[in-house]
């Protein structure tokens, strides 16, 4: 049985009395890929939000390593290993492709970091070794031909990955990934699924929300489905595809589940 790294109890969260997530209870195995998927409303991004410190729970406990991590920080828990993406780009438009990288390293950072990317002259041991680190996962996303290249001349495709190789910056034991795949063609999307593999067979355990079905179905190791805020089912891609309540509730037809 695989190792649970990240153990989600009768997760709720409720807006003015409505709760867009409740009573959501499942595991996350180390170094599988996991996705959360459900129509528009089911609660989705509010449950990466509470995973990732966003929002605070307003009932339920999130366990990481056996640790209770319930509504820490954002940057608390960078400094434990999690890191996501955003489905809007988040990235520094005004640098470098490899400078964006670097800043996310900045949790292992002693010093320098800001001489660094105001590109004052003297760069220290430690920030050679910033960019040298930048430089691999960049080539690690497939994305070593835009080593110099300024972010605001790359292509949508190629700042997905951006993003990815920032967060990977932090080193994290988990990654979670906030649609990954809006927004690209077939060929960008066929990268990130191949990227999204790449990551779980390096180590990196991967928590998915994507609304691109035939993405989920081939990459996934485990998928929980919500709908309107509570959990529809979970299982493997066979599993989930076969369900009739998947099929009535999110996906409409047997052949849109064929994927």
């Not at 993405?215 to 996934?220: A, H």
Request: aromatic share 6%; with cysteine.
């Amino acid at each position: 049985m695989s190792q649970v790294q990240l153990k989600v109890s009768a997760l709720t969260k409720t807006f003015g009395g409505f709760n867009a997530v409740e009573d959501v209870s499942f595991d996350i195995a180390k170094g599988k890929v996991h996705s959360i998927i459900g129509p528009n409303g089911a609660g989705k991004t509010t449950m990466l939000n509470m995973l990732t410190g966003v929002y605070e729970p307003s009932r339920g406990t999130v366990e990481l390593e056996g640790q209770d991590i319930t509504g820490l920080a954002p940057h608390a828990l960078a400094g434990r290993g999690m890191a996501r993406t955003f489905q809007n780009l988040q990235i520094f438009f005004n640098m470098t492709a490899i400078e964006n990288v670097m800043v996310g390293r900045h949790l292992h950072e002693c010093a320098g970091w800001f001489a660094a990317m105001l590109r004052l002259p003297g760069l220290s041991a430690g920030e050679r070794e910033s960019r040298r680190e930048a430089a691999e996962l960049m080539q690690f996303v497939g994305l070593g031909d835009y080593l110099n290249a300024e972010a605001d001349a790359m292509p949508y495709g190629a700042l997905k990955r951006l993003e990815i190789a920032r967060a990977l910056a932090g080193k994290p034991k988990i990654l979670l990934l906030d649609e990954p795949a809006a927004g690209l063609n077939a060929t960008e999307t066929r990268d990130i699924d191949a990227l999204i593999t790449k990551l779980a067979q390096s180590g990196i355990t991967v928590v998915l929300v994507e609304h691109d079905m035939h993405l989920v179905m081939g990459v996934s190791d485990h998928i929980v489905v919500l709908d309107y805020g509570r959990k529809l089912c979970e299982g493997s891609a066979q599993v989930v595809r076969n369900d009739p309540r998947v099929i009535e509730a999110y996906l409409g037809s047997e052949e849109s589940v064929s994927c």
